[in-house]
């Protein structure tokens, strides 16, 4: 929430409790990424991210994530793209 968004009387959330919101985000992701394949949530941003009772945050709008690289495929080549898949190379 910008500052300018807020209610007048409420203020903005203090340092530690931001913190925690990172933290428990950054764990988040770990879980996501220690699954095997992999999900990788290409659209990480603050928007996306949810609070729950007592700020507890929670990652939403998976619409863009993927599988991981597995096998051979060490990473996602930008150049290349992934539908039902197939690889196909963007001209």
Aim: charged share 20%; hydrophobic share 35%; proline share 10%.
């Amino acid at each position: 929430m910008v500052y300018a968004d807020l209610p007048p009387g409420q203020q903005p959330l203090d340092w530690s409790t931001r913190i925690n919101i990172l933290l428990g985000a950054a764990k988040g992701l770990e879980y996501l990424h220690s699954k095997a394949p992999p999900v990788i949530n290409r659209d990480v941003k603050c928007e996306n991210i949810l609070l729950g009772e007592g700020y507890h945050p929670k990652l939403s709008d998976f619409g863009l994530a993927r599988l991981g690289p597995t096998g051979d495929i060490p990473m996602f080549q930008p150049e290349l793209r992934i539908q039902q898949g197939i690889v196909q190379q963007r001209i």
